[in-house]
């Protein structure tokens, strides 16, 4: 069954970095285009940054260009998330999963649990 499992979150100061990692199983990984997605309590889940599979292209949400690159190794089926620069409105919990024009048919309703990120002083 398809798992994914968030690593690297934590607590940091603003202007600090933080790498994170997700594992995945379950699904064909290297066929599908992956995503970094985020949610604080009682809003909606945003999309952070995303990956494509093969070719590798990668695209950020606005709030987040210049600051976060999100790439991935197929082989070891983890995609990652390197968080630069990071500002207190970036504190949520971070997920991944396949990105949106696939996610529902691959992974469907499955979320993992998330990895905590506080930006904080």
């Known amino acids: 069954q398809v798992q994914l499992v968030e690593s690297g979150g934590g607590l940091v100061q603003p202007g600090g970095s933080l790498r994170l990692s997700c594992v995945a199983s379950?699904?064909?990984?290297?066929?599908?285009?992956m995503s970094w997605y985020r949610q604080v309590p009682g809003k909606e889940r945003e999309l952070v940054a995303g990956i494509t599979s093969v070719s590798g292209l990668t695209n950020y949400a606005d709030s987040v260009k210049g600051r976060f690159t999100i790439s991935r190794d197929d082989a070891k089926k983890l995609v990652y998330l390197q968080m630069n620069s990071l500002k207190p409105e970036d504190t949520a919990v971070y997920h991944c999963?396949?990105?949106?024009?696939?996610?529902?048919?691959?992974?469907?309703?499955?979320w993992g649990q998330g990895t905590q990120v506080t930006v904080s002083s």
């Open positions: 999963n396949v990105s949106p024009s696939w996610r529902l048919r691959v992974t469907g309703a499955y």
């Open positions: 379950g699904f064909t990984f290297r066929s599908y285009p």
